[in-house]
């Protein structure tokens, strides 16, 4: 089953090679959402199988560097590959696990590249922001529907497992636990956002309606930490915008996000007077790891087989609930360091273009939106280093930073026309 989605990924990317570029591009932004927003064929974060999302992902990644555009080729992951490099043949005693962690980690980039790639063909094709805002719709819609299915006893897309166990009753939408939803929409949202200020109407309401329909999955599903972080996320969103227009659209978000926070306010009040289970005992279990080798680590995906040597409810399976000191632990905090440097540089980046106006603004102030949701979920959970959610992190921010690298098509289009106006008149271009 795996194989034949992998095939038929593959096989859709071919069929539309030969169109038109806008066509194409849809095409493939379409396949690659599915793989890596929609149904996440990823297993753990020490396994690694022939499935969907790995082979398109891959595919595109390829194609990227293989037409070795500047722009679409991961420079700022170097010193982590050869950090791991060096890790692999001198360092870490290759463990069970070991390998596959560390294709993952090479799947992220490979997610990196593709975003870059098709970021940069996103940016120089205006006709495509509309239909990526409908793909973005369409997605989300399909896991609110899902999602509300789910919530009256239909049994689709269900958990299982330990999982199923103590999540039921809970909505997961087509994921493998019901927090990964929040962490995948928070993550479209930053591409949804952006055209929420689009000059075109149409595609301005379509991707509103798309950012309100991601908060209703968020509110079924009752993650505490998902439900922090898309709250957190609209309020910034709307005191980062420019000052113009602040009586119009900036408080229409968080107005239509407290309607709807009212209406499950009971539900998410009982959500949050239950236990947060043991994180604080698997904070200190990893701390005491991270003591006793915090330069290296253990390994990619070694936390479970080395701490669980020490914890028995580690070695049950249950990471520590925090994925900067899990990475610290596995990585050391050099790897850790590294790990973290490109998403840093897309931040430092948002930061300073959060108050330009136009298309780069738009997705630096998105960015700058997600930092309090990433913080929120990542220090309270250890889901966004699985291997679905880290590929789609790595997908949006590199998609977002070729966003902001180039000046906006409306200044440069304001520009041309000026200098058509004065070579009529006589006057050269100044």
Not at 81 to 99: E, I, R
Not at 189 to 198: D, G, H, Q
Not at 251 to 278: C, K, Y
Not at 325 to 344: D, N, R, S, T
Request: hydrophobic share 55%.
């Amino acid at each position: 089953m795996q194989g034949a989605w992998a095939l038929a990924g593959l096989l859709l990317i071919a069929a539309f090679l030969p169109a038109k570029p806008h066509v194409r591009l849809t095409a493939t932004l379409g396949v690659v959402l599915v793989v890596l927003a929609v149904f996440q064929t990823t297993g753990g974060r020490g396994s690694v199988s022939f499935t969907a999302s790995y082979v398109v992902v891959f595919a595109v990644a390829a194609i990227a560097l293989l037409r070795f555009r500047s722009e679409s080729t991961p420079w700022v992951f170097v010193p982590l590959l050869v950090y791991l490099a060096l890790g692999v043949f001198a360092v870490w005693d290759g463990g069970s696990g070991q390998s596959g962690g560390l294709i993952n980690i090479i799947f992220a980039v490979g997610a990196w590249t593709a975003g870059l790639f098709l970021g940069v063909l996103y940016r120089d094709n205006p006709k495509v922001e509309r239909r990526l805002v409908v793909l973005l719709l369409l997605l989300v819609t399909f896991e609110l529907v899902v999602c509300l299915l789910q919530s009256v006893g239909v049994d689709i897309f269900s958990v299982e497992g330990r999982t199923g166990e103590l999540e039921g009753g809970r909505s997961n939408g087509t994921y493998t636990h019901p927090s990964t939803i929040g962490k995948v929409l928070t993550l479209t949202a930053v591409l949804l956002l952006p055209s929420t200020r689009s000059r075109d109407g149409v595609t301005r309401r379509l991707a509103m309606s798309g950012f309100v329909i991601s908060i209703l999955p968020i509110l079924i599903s009752l993650s505490r930490a998902n439900l922090l972080a898309i709250g957190a996320m609209v309020l910034v969103w709307s005191f980062v915008q420019p000052r113009e227009k602040f009586f119009g659209r900036r408080f229409t978000l968080p107005a239509m996000f407290g309607v709807f926070t009212l209406v499950f306010l009971d539900t998410i009040f009982a959500r949050f007077q239950e236990s947060t289970g043991e994180r604080d005992h698997f904070m200190t279990v990893a701390l005491e790891q991270l003591a006793r080798d915090p330069w290296f680590g253990v390994g990619p995906a070694g936390y479970i087989r080395t701490v669980g040597q020490y914890d028995p409810l580690t070695a049950d399976g249950w990471p520590v609930h925090n994925i900067f000191v899990l990475q610290a632990v596995e990585l050391g905090i050099v790897g850790a360091a590294l790990f973290y440097l490109p998403f840093c540089v897309v931040l430092i980046r948002a930061f300073r273009f959060i108050r330009v106006p136009g298309r780069r603004g738009d997705f630096a102030r998105a960015i700058i939106a997600y930092l309090p949701a990433l913080i929120v979920i990542g220090w309270t959970g250890w889901g966004l280093l699985a291997p679905g959610a880290l590929a789609l992190m790595c997908f949006v921010f590199a998609f977002a930073y070729v966003q902001m690298k180039a000046p906006d098509r409306a200044s440069n289009d304001l520009r041309a026309l000026r200098v058509r106006a004065a070579i009529r008149s006589g006057e050269g271009p100044r």
